[in-house]
């Protein structure tokens, strides 16, 4: 996620980093070309171009700006649930770290929550398609079944047998121990709304058809500029293929907020926020560093 300063005017021109137009450089680059030469054959033989009409690219530039707007605030719904759930788990695993402050063995509730804190390093490894076991694995009391094949849930389920038992031994009173199981029921739903929007990716003949769509009005828009803006028509549609090349690049980035594209949540930083609150609370000194923005990007 890129973390910066709202950038001055000379940052807004050039400013790189986090940009969408590193990746659609190439195509901007070769529509513009291939309005230049557009432009020399309306030069060269304007009879070709005198019939062509700017009114369909109109209409057509409306509906497809309309269109794209649809799927960029669908794509960012879908950034936003997500990291409101992981908002969630961090609000959870606080309230956890209070509410097991009455759990007298110190032992006992180091494995709670060192558990819950694998938790968050196998929800990140699940949500990035990583090795669970190999991110987790260090943190837990007790590891799953090789042929787990959700570690994030079976962490939770390790976690609420632990207190249950403490509960069924009166070391945990049941008025307290409800409160936990509210806790980590908020967790599970938490890692299933992350989970859906991982696995349910937006409707693929939707995205196909902007696709298609804004590749077609780029190459064919210079046909009806060539001849009222004669060579100010290259100029004109690398800002429009900027536009709509940029705009198609920002959703396909949103659409999975759990990657390691720059504007990608920052799983890292969130987990390690976790891991810091988790160890503090076991009274731990030496925390790990905070993580911070490399180059304005937050992991």
């Not at 060192?114 to 007790?142: I, M």
């Not at 570690?151 to 976690?159: A, F, G, M, T, Y």
């Not at 047998?161 to 938490?190: D, V």
């Not at 709304?193 to 064919?220: D, G, N, Q, V």
Request: net charge neutral; with cysteine.
């Amino acid at each position: 996620m890129i973390v910066r300063s709202k950038p001055n005017l000379l940052g807004v021109l050039f400013s790189l980093k986090g940009s969408i137009a590193k990746r659609i450089a190439l195509r901007s680059l070769l529509v513009t070309l291939l309005a230049a030469a557009i432009v020399l054959i309306e030069t060269l033989h304007p009879a070709f171009f005198s019939k062509v009409n700017a009114t369909p690219f109109t209409l057509l530039g409306l509906s497809l700006s309309i269109f794209m707007s649809f799927r960029n605030n669908a794509c960012y719904d879908r950034w936003y649930e997500a990291r409101k759930a992981l908002g969630s788990i961090v609000t959870d695993v606080r309230s956890l770290i209070r509410e097991t402050q009455v759990i007298g063995d110190a032992r006992e509730r180091g494995a709670i929550l060192r558990n819950l804190c694998g938790f968050a390093h196998a929800l990140k490894a699940r949500l990035r398609q990583e090795d669970e076991l190999g991110a987790a694995g260090t943190w837990l009391s007790q590891l799953p079944p090789a042929a787990t094949p959700n570690l994030s849930d079976n962490v939770l389920r390790l976690v609420s047998r632990q207190c249950s038992g403490l509960a069924e031994s009166g070391r945990l009173g049941e008025w307290r121990y409800m409160l936990i199981a509210n806790l980590l029921a908020g967790m599970t739903t938490a890692q299933t709304t992350c989970e859906r929007i991982k696995a349910t990716p937006l409707p693929f003949p939707y995205t196909l058809l902007l696709h298609r769509t804004s590749y077609m009005f780029c190459i064919l828009l210079p046909f009806a500029m060539a001849e009222p803006l004669g060579w100010l028509t290259p100029i004109f549609t690398a800002i429009v293929s900027y536009t709509f090349f940029g705009l198609d690049a920002i959703g396909d980035e949103l659409e999975d907020p759990f990657g390691r594209d720059e504007n990608d949540l920052p799983l890292d930083a969130i987990v390690r926020n976790i891991e810091r609150e988790i160890l503090d609370a076991l009274g731990v000194t030496e925390l790990p560093p905070v993580l911070e923005p490399v180059d304005y990007v937050l992991s």
